[in-house]
């Protein structure tokens, strides 16, 4: 049986920050809700946000859980790992059961950040780190311009592609590819 990708299209509003705030780069109105179910976690398993910048700030109910965690290379941003994501991400007991990427989408865009374009991080990169802590069955999800692709099996674990959507945040403006993979043995 051949396996196909589920291909979807996300119309999106700018999110509303708590307080007003504003950020470059932040989700869509939401995207993490939406992002959560193709994951496949509930609201109570944990998930890194790479680059997760403001996601604390999002007024959405089930936008971060409880046991959700931050990685970010922007001190001013409080990570919960302040790291180049660049690095080997955190291993937690038994494995991420999902991991969810929002980094700058290019090296113009990073130097809209703090941290600047010099520490961009590439996509496929990301995706790497990301399957090698996630747990086999589970998954990652990627939020860029680029759809990334899977690092080579030789590495030790064999990569699904799961799902494509396209998110758009309204006319005349960049689309964005949401990319899911799964991790097997």
């Not at 990569?159 to 945040?169: C, E, L, N």
């Amino acid at each position: 049986m051949t396996y196909r990708p589920i291909t979807d299209m996300w119309f999106l509003a700018r999110a509303k920050l708590k307080g007003g705030q504003k950020f470059y780069g932040s989700y869509p109105a939401g995207f993490p809700e939406r992002a959560r179910a193709f994951l496949g976690v509930s609201i109570d398993d944990p998930v890194l946000h790479v680059c997760g910048g403001k996601l604390r700030s999002y007024p959405y109910p089930h936008a971060i859980g409880p046991n959700d965690k931050t990685l970010d290379l922007d001190e001013s941003l409080c990570p919960d790992y302040l790291q180049d994501a660049r690095d080997p991400f955190p291993i937690i007991e038994g494995g991420w059961p999902a991991i969810l990427i929002n980094p700058p989408y290019s090296k113009e865009d990073a130097k809209n950040y703090s941290i600047g374009g010099d520490k961009y991080p590439s996509p496929n990169l990301l995706l790497k780190n990301a399957l090698i802590v996630v747990r086999p069955g589970d998954r990652v999800g990627v939020l860029h311009y680029q759809l990334p692709s899977p690092p080579p099996e030789k590495i030790g674990f064999r990569t699904r592609f799961v799902a494509s959507v396209d998110v758009v945040g309204g006319f005349n403006n960049r689309i964005r590819v949401f990319s899911v993979f799964e991790k097997s043995y």
